[in-house]
């Protein structure tokens, strides 16, 4: 008798060890261990794209400027790209809102060295620049969890683009004026993004930007100048 209730408390401490363990380490035996701090707030294992990030961005974009002239007995069109270096940053937050999709807000600041020069535009001796400025972004993105690190992701928004117009002659002064004007518009894109570890990641993606343009209607010939930009960035972050 004395044996079998030995047997029976080994018997019983054997079977209680790994429920210790799970409560004690959070580990789960489904054939691959996760710490209590790779998996979230559900149970599934941790993406590791939810929370708060900051990153800085740098890429190439084509920002193309489109001229439309339109009359009663014809019409014209004169379509200008120019590429530049595009860089910056984005703030943003990230939720994991079940096992395999992610939703988040952001928000951007970013420069552009793409710049357009002519010369004898208006006058014998000037030249007319104009460069894509600042720009601003605020949207939203959803995106599909490949693997617990590696997200695909849509995003889409709004944007606010300055554009610097500058003319320069060295022999008439009063040509050498400069001014810079901001346009409102819309961004959509997409991408690919991959956590290094718990609070880094890289990223690339693609990004579609259309700006509000100027519009002149004289009753008979309507002229219009509108802007767009096409980007491919790379972005690395921190997860906070």
Do not use: W
């Amino acid at each position: 008798m004395r044996k079998i209730y030995l047997l029976a408390l080994v018997a019983a401490g054997t079977a209680a060890t790994p429920v210790v363990a799970q409560s004690s380490d959070g580990r789960t035996y489904d054939g691959r261990a996760y710490d209590r701090f790779d998996r979230d707030s559900r149970g599934n294992p941790a993406s590791q794209v939810s929370g708060l990030r900051v990153e800085p961005r740098i890429g190439y974009e084509r920002v193309i400027s489109e001229l439309n002239v339109d009359t009663a007995t014809d019409s014209a069109n004169v379509r200008v790209g120019k590429s530049g270096v595009t860089y910056g940053g984005e703030v943003g937050y990230d939720a994991q809102v079940n096992v395999s999709a992610v939703l988040g807000v952001y928000a951007g600041l970013e420069g552009s060295s793409a710049k357009e020069c002519e010369n004898d535009i208006v006058s014998v001796g000037d030249r007319t620049c104009i460069a894509a400025n600042r720009n601003i972004a605020v949207g939203a993105r959803g995106g599909y969890l490949l693997s617990p690190t590696t997200l695909l992701y849509v995003k889409g928004g709004f944007s606010s683009g300055r554009l610097r117009l500058s003319n320069r002659n060295a022999t008439v002064e009063e040509n050498n004026v400069a001014g810079s004007d901001s346009l409102s518009g819309f961004h959509a894109g997409a991408g690919i993004q991959t956590a290094f570890s718990s609070r880094f990641y890289g990223k690339l993606e693609y990004v579609y930007t259309d700006y509000n343009g100027y519009e002149a209607n004289d009753g008979t010939t309507k002229t219009s100048l509108d802007f767009s930009r096409h980007q491919a960035i790379a972005g690395f972050g921190v997860r906070f």
